[in-house]
Nanobody, 120 residues
Framework: VQLQASGGGLVQAGGSLRLSCAAS?????IAWFRRAPGKEREFVAS????????NYVGSVKGRFTISRDNAKNTVYLHMDKLKLEDTAVYYC?????????????????WGQGTQVTVSS
């Protein structure tokens, strides 16, 4: 499984960005994680194969939306009302297990990351 994240950039606080993760190979669950400078990697959002189940970390609920297009093998993270604390490198990750999994250890495959910087 190979994952290619894109869509990061510089945005003002309150703005929006959409991240994409193009995937190849066979997998079921897929998720976004992030790592802010000087912090541990953090779960952001996940989605199961059918898209019927999602999970979000509390700090992004109501602002971020994860979705997937299985025909295009692509997962998206639409981020609204961005805050300074959303600044991080965002990684997509894929698993052979199904479900809206939240633990990083559940994911065997990781993309290279895309930088999101929110400015004031």
């Amino acid at each position: 499984v190979q994952l290619q994240a894109s869509g990061g950039g510089l945005v003002q606080a309150g703005g929006s960005l959409r991240l994409s993760c193009a995937a190849s190979g066979r997998f079921l669950a897929i998720a976004w994680f992030r790592r802010a400078p000087g912090k541990e990697r953090e779960f952001v959002a996940s989605i199961n194969w059918s898209g019927s189940s999602t999970n979000y970390v509390g700090s992004v609920k109501g602002r971020f939306t994860i979705s997937r297009d299985n025909a295009k093998n692509t997962v998206y993270l639409h981020m609204d009302k961005l805050k300074l604390e959303d600044t991080a490198v965002y990684y997509c990750a894929a698993a052979h297990r199904d479900g809206a999994l939240t633990s990083g250890s559940s994911y065997a495959y990781w993309g290279q990351g895309t930088q999101v910087t929110v400015s004031s």
